[in-house]
């Protein structure tokens, strides 16, 4: 029970707060809401006037000590998000509606799950996360937006913003899980493959391995200045090569080695001392997140076992639950990811916009539950892959 008020207050940079008090309202298997990952976007200007992502964090205090906060961003674009909204905006716009600005509460550029109503550990939840949510709506009077978007949120959050007026949305990616029963070895993962999808794993890594290439997982610490030259030169490379936007600057990278390392895993393709292809990636408590993959050579295979065989032999080493690999890709299927729903919520606040948003998640939530159901039966285990639950 709290013993004191709380105090709403909006942060312009999560730079002017403790960094501990800030860290003590964050999961303990995200390494994205953590203070020194969202404050090296910031210093790097990665977040910014630059690609359209400004800060407006919600944070609620109980006298000084931090009590929960939300990463929020007021926006005048839909990029960088992974949760589209491009067709929201074109009908507001038909409409003779103003979609833009909007707010968003997530983790810029990063798809991956986690708490977006950060509150500290051991402290009332409900009592704090109805603050924020509070914050929230007042950033968004103050500004006049259409719109809050909370992105890549628990599913237990979506319950919690239901009440307050949002609309659930739902969307997949492709985990893999080391769980009930942790996976003694690759092997035994293969183990539970159907004999065809077992021998064409094998095969795709017997044909990566075969390049004269040499294959290593390494961690940030253990890192040198070869390795994390080659993580942002094949960032650039590769996001130039699919006309992708570049979001993360050259500081960025220098932030996250100089303040960020524990956290990085990497897995590199060497020729010779230099690393050719390789891969960026986030661990923390128990889960991995695969996040960037660049290449300069074209090798068979070589992208399907830096990017998830690698990975997933090391979750097995170190009894890691759980590993994400991204946004879309089915491909990721026959590797052994099986469909997981995603969530979010949405707070539209014209209310004819709202009516029509409304109606299309519903049907949207039916077809990516068909959509769901349909990869599950076809994932490659021998035993039908337990549906996710919503």
Known sequence: MLNAPLRVEIAPSVLGIDAAAWNACVDANDPFTEHAFLAALEVSGSVGPRTGWLTQFVVVWQGDTLMGAVPLYLKNNSYGEYIFDWAWAQGAERAGLDYYPKLVAAVPFTPATGHRLLVKQGEPRAAISAALVQGMKA????????????????????????????????SFQFHWSNEPTPYASFDAFLATFRAANRKQVRKERRIAQSHGLRLQTITGPEMGALEWQAVQRLYDENADKHGAITYLT???????????????????????????????????????YGRY????????????ELCYY???????????????????????????????????????????????IAGFLRHESQVVKSRVHEYAEHAPYSRAAPLPET
């Open 139 to 170: 950033v968004a009077q103050a500004h006049g937006v259409s719109s809050v978007h909370v992105l890549f949120c628990q599913a237990s959050e979506v319950h919690e913003l239901a009440q307050a007026g949002f609309h659930p949305r739902l």
């Open 250 to 288: 050259p500081a960025f990278f220098k932030a996250i080695r100089e303040t960020y390392a524990h956290r990085v895993v990497c897995t590199f393709a060497y020729d010779g001392n230099q690393p050719v292809a390789g891969t960026l990636n986030f661990e923390k408590g128990q889960h991995i």
């Open 293 to 304: 993959w660049g290449a300069e050579v074209e090798r068979e295979m070589l992208h399907f």
């Open 310 to 356: 690698q990975l997933i032999d090391r979750a097995i080493a170190h009894k890691l639950t759980r590993f994400e690999a991204g946004a879309q890709g089915e491909h990721k299927l026959k590797r052994g990811l099986v469909p997981q729903f995603t969530h979010s919520a949405h707070l539209i606040l014209h209310p004819g916009l709202e009516q029509a």
